[in-house]
């Protein structure tokens, strides 16, 4: 031998996980057309903090109308306004602001509950 000793479990190695589920969820109509997801929480998250729905469009690297477009869609299919226009700039709706705070919520449970159940399913057939 090498002169190094050996312990039980010494072939025992801990070893850091390898892989993490990762999930993608978002809301539809009853035609699967997208109402509301992450890329729409994007979008009002910004027009939030900016003000304005052109200078969010920049910091998103989308055009204008890519913006107007995907707000005005799930407007039509939620059937209530999420941005208003005030001045020269945007705002949010009161309603707006809750469906990010419950979309939100809603994701972190979904990650919560997608790490535990893929900890208890997958992680021992991936190691």
């Known amino acids: 031998m090498n002169g190094k000793r050996h312990y039980p479990g010494d072939e025992i190695v801990k070893k850091e996980p390898v892989f993490a589920i990762r999930s993608k969820i978002w809301i539809e109509d009853m035609e699967g057309h997208v109402v509301f997801g992450l890329g729409r929480y994007r979008i009002l998250d910004t027009i939030r903090r900016l003000g304005s729905m052109h200078a969010a469009a920049g910091q998103l690297q989308m055009s204008y109308r ?48 997608s790490d535990e159940v893929y900890n208890s399913l997958m992680s021992d057939h991936l190691t």
């Open 66 to 113: 890519a913006v107007w477009m995907r707000i005005r869609t799930s407007e039509e299919r939620i059937g209530k306004p999420l941005v208003v226009r005030e001045g020269k700039g945007s705002r949010l709706t009161p309603f707006a602001e809750k469906l990010m705070k419950q979309f939100k919520r809603l994701h972190a449970i979904v990650a919560a509950e």
